[in-house]
Each structure stands twice: as structure tokens, then as C-alpha cells.
């Protein structure tokens, strides 16, 4: 992003040239309040205290749309301690699990509370800049940790680029031989042509980066950068549905492959569904699954 340059063209050529934030608080704020829509996470709390004998402030909790806790700390510059101070809350976080599902009971409902998933805790660091040390303490950790770069632009504009994305599961989900989405494949009547299918959907998904992260749900299987991109959900006797973030207005709608699935009941998210019979169909799919992998 520090190379990114953006102009407004309204009356001829002007540079708007990029910022950073007064003061942290600026960056929270705007994040907290379109923390679903920028991040993919629902918004539970801000500068939440660890209690006194951690003796800490959470800048932000949330809940992502897989039900995964989230912890998001901000720096308005480059820190070097931005990482180890997350990390610091994500050991917390692990130890007082019932203190967080009693929080998001309390903002969110029983059912959200019920269905919060354990596996990998996400912490996500958004700062004015990062260096190159702190790109490589993040590929060392075991944990799902994202850091994010932003720039204010003029007065309204906001920029997010994600500088690293590394899955604490990642390794664990690839080697994994019988996971939800697997076992109802292989129930199924076709359930060799099924599996091949949902391996190459798999295999060409988790190939988009190493910060690909796959989670399992009981009714379908999310891949995630910084939001999810693409749920893939179990079979339907012959054919595969996967549900992808994209408009479906910006989509040539072919009927028998792609649905504008807006305002329907589904599981997983996003508001475009792909169905896939053969390994051509993943083939004709791989445009869409790249452009809703770009703006996860």
C-alpha cells in the first residue's frame, strides 16, 4: 500500500495523498464500527479489561461469521510489540473461554454463544506499517494471526491491505482424513466422483496462499483469508454447492451453475452459488473463486 497511489479525477488529475491516523483510537473507531463489513466479524466489545491480575485491555473482541473468536489490536505507527501483546490476550482469551461465551451470550444470544468454535482463535493487528521481523514472527507462531496495513486517504477514504495472513490449522485441516464435508461425500451414491470433486475444490481454494485458512463446521466447510470466500457445503446426490462472496449482479448468471442465492436461507455465507457436477465445472468456477478470494 505505501506504493499504492490514488488520484481523484474530477476536474482534471489530483493526488490524494495517503495518511495515517491522528491517534490509535481514530482506526478503532472506524474499524469497530463496520468491523463486520471490513473484517467478517461481529462486534462484541472495545478495550475490554483482562481483570487485575492480567492486568490488560483487549482494543477489540468479536466473533467471526464461522463463530470463531477474534481479538483485534491496533497501533497507529509500526510497533514491534503489537504481536507479543496480542499474543499476550490470545493466551487469556483461551483460559477464560466461559467468561468470553457468557459475553457473547449477553450481546449476541444463547445460539451464537453455543456455537462458538474453539480450534484457532484469530488475532488480527492493524497498524500504520509493519516490518519484516514482525512478517516472520507471525509464520513462526502456531496461531491464526493476520496483520493488516491501512491508509486514510483525504477525508473519507480507507484503505486495508493485509501484509500477512498465516492459519494456526491450516497444516492440521490438510491432513485431516475424515472431516464433515468428506464424510457426507463418501455416503453419497456417487461418492467416488463426489470426493474427487470436493478435493479439487479444496486443492485449488487452499492454493489461492499460504494464509488460506480452512475451518469445519457441522454444515459446511468456510475458507478464510481475512473473511471468508467460499463456504463449500455437502453434497447434493451428485453435485457440490459452494457459496462465494461476490455480487451476484456482477455475475453472467448461468442457470444450472450459477444462482443468485440474496435473501435465501442457506448454510455458510455469501450471496453467489456455484454448482458443481464435474471437474470442468470447477474449472469454469475458478475465475469467480479467485475474484471472491480478492476481496476476502
Same mark, same amino acid.
Do not use: K, P
Given at each position: 500500500m505505501p506504493d499504492l497511489k490514488l488520484y481523484n479525477t474530477n476536474g482534471g488529475v489530483t493526488e490524494v495523498a495517503p495518511r495515517l491516523?491522528?491517534?490509535? &483510537?481514530?482506526?478503532?473507531?472506524?474499524?469497530?464500527?463496520n468491523m463486520e463489513k471490513l473484517l467478517g466479524v461481529r462486534f462484541l466489545a472495545s478495550e475490554y479489561r483482562t481483570g487485575p491480575v492480567h492486568g490488560g485491555r483487549i482494543d477489540s473482541l468479536g466473533l467471526d461469521e464461522n463463530g470463531t473468536p477474534v481479538i483485534v489490536e491496533y497501533k497507529r505507527g509500526t510497533d514491534a510489540g503489537v504481536i507479543n501483546q496480542g499474543l499476550f490476550y490470545l493466551s487469556?482469551?483461551?483460559d477464560h473461554r466461559a467468561e468470553f461465551e457468557h459475553l457473547v451470550r449477553d450481546r449476541l444470544g444463547v445460539?451464537?454463544?453455543?456455537?462458538?468454535?474453539w480450534s484457532g482463535p484469530r488475532?488480527?493487528?492493524i497498524a500504520?506499517?509493519?516490518? $519484516?521481523?514482525?512478517?516472520?514472527?507471525?509464520?513462526?507462531? $502456531?496461531?491464526?494471526?493476520?496483520?493488516?496495513r491501512y491508509r486514510l486517504f483525504g477525508s473519507d477514504l480507507l484503505g486495508l491491505e493485509t501484509v500477512a495472513s498465516v492459519s494456526g490449522g491450516t497444516q492440521v485441516a490438510?491432513? &485431516?482424513?475424515r472431516q464433515p464435508v468428506a464424510q457426507a461425500a463418501e455416503a453419497d451414491v456417487q461418492g467416488?466422483?463426489? $470426493?474427487e470433486l470436493a478435493g479439487a475444490v479444496d486443492e485449488v481454494l487452499l492454493g489461492f496462499g499460504d494464509g488460506v485458512k480452512r475451518v469445519e463446521r457441522k454444515t459446511y466447510r468456510a475458507y478464510q483469508r481475512l473473511r471468508n470466500f467460499a463456504c463449500l457445503c455437502p453434497p447434493q446426490r451428485s453435485k457440490l454447492l459452494v457459496y462465494l462472496k461476490v455480487d451476484p449482479k456482477d455475475v453472467d448468471l448461468v442457470p444450472g451453475f450459477t444462482r443468485d442465492v440474496s435473501g435465501l436461507g442457506h448454510h455458510g455465507t455469501g450471496d453467489l452459488e456455484v454448482q458443481l457436477r464435474?471437474?470442468?465445472?470447477?474449472? $469454469?468456477?475458478?475465475d469467480l473463486f479467485r475474484v471472491s478470494y480478492a476481496a476476502a
Open positions: 491516523a491522528d491517534a490509535e &483510537a481514530d482506526v478503532q473507531s472506524i474499524v469497530e464500527a487469556w482469551l483461551m445460539t451464537a454463544a453455543s456455537q462458538v468454535l488475532l488480527i493487528c500504520g506499517d509493519f516490518t $519484516r521481523y514482525d512478517v516472520h514472527a507471525v509464520r513462526e507462531h $502456531r496461531r491464526s494471526i493476520a496483520l493488516v490438510r491432513r &485431516a482424513r467416488g466422483a463426489i $470426493r464435474t471437474l470442468r465445472d470447477v474449472e $469454469r468456477a475458478q
